[in-house]
């Protein structure tokens, strides 16, 4: 009887340890948009030697986006968003490897996305979508950022760059990650200039660790530029535009995905809102 009430213990003892490692193993998708700190380190250990874009295309599923009949907003940002991936394995970034939020029209909830990004927290991040406006007037570029980002991320990059915490933080990598970007794309594609808008309230760019951006390539409400979309190369253009700028943004930093931030405010007359 003792023995047996022994060999009964031992196994209620070893169910116990699996539940509870399984319960610590287990988390949802979308755990490190909600707490980064906990990105496991031998994961980005695993990038170290890369250089990792993460391209987001806007909307997928039962969120269509901007509809301008017979173009759809969620289709055009996944075809453009693949074109760009071409772009940059084509362009031969030293070692890099290009990530997808979604690979086809699957609906992906904002924090989904970001979680797929911060697991990476040394991405360069792209959200790629098409404007609407009620006014059909209303045409060109525009390129997001958000500044400052939350405290649970900043915290994050301190602990990144072995800093104290409570260290003054100044990030100024979205505000130049979409300067380059924009730059390029107007370039490329010959729209209006719109510049770049710092939103803090966007989940993206807001919630993602590494230097991140959201373009709003045209307005699909403006008849003239949903006009311009279906004409031969016009998606080819806009996604080369876009690679050409995150090019320039790698090439700039030399692969640091924390290049330009510091504990003091740099006045840099090149890069303006």
Not at 42 to 66: F, T, Y
Not at 140 to 154: S, V
Not at 218 to 227: D, G, H, I, M, R
Request: charged share 25%.
């Amino acid at each position: 009887m003792k023995s047996l009430l022994q060999n009964l213990l031992s196994i209620i003892g070893a169910s116990t340890f699996l539940f509870c490692m399984g319960m610590l193993l287990t988390r949802p998708t979308n755990f490190a948009a909600y707490v980064p700190e906990m990105i496991e380190i031998g994961q980005e250990k695993l990038e170290n030697p890369k250089v990792r874009i993460v391209l987001d295309a806007g909307h997928g599923g039962r969120d269509g986006g901007s509809v301008h009949k017979p173009l759809l907003e969620k289709e055009l940002t996944m075809r453009v968003v693949r074109m760009i991936r071409e772009r940059l394995v084509e362009e031969a970034l030293s070692n890099v490897e290009v990530v997808l939020t979604r690979e086809g029209d699957e609906y992906r909830s904002l924090h989904q996305r970001v979680g797929v990004a911060n697991r990476y927290p040394k991405a360069y991040f792209v959200s790629v979508h098409f404007n609407g406006s009620e006014y059909r007037s209303a045409h060109g570029t525009e390129t997001f950022y958000a500044d400052p980002k939350p405290t649970i991320i900043q915290n994050q990059i301190r602990r990144r760059l072995q800093w104290e915490p409570g260290v003054p933080l100044i990030d100024t990598r979205g505000r130049r990650f979409a300067e380059t970007v924009q730059r390029a794309l107007v370039e490329r594609i010959g729209s209006r200039d719109r510049g770049i808008r710092n939103n803090p309230k966007l989940v993206l760019p807001r919630e993602v660790i590494g230097p991140s951006i959201l373009v709003e390539c045209v307005f699909l409400s403006n008849p003239k530029e949903a006009a311009r979309l279906q004409q031969p190369g016009a998606l080819q253009a806009i996604a080369d535009g876009i690679a050409e700028g995150v090019i320039a943004y790698v090439r700039e930093t030399e692969g640091d995905p924390y290049a330009w931030i510091s504990t003091e405010q740099v006045i840099d007359a090149d890069v303006s809102e």
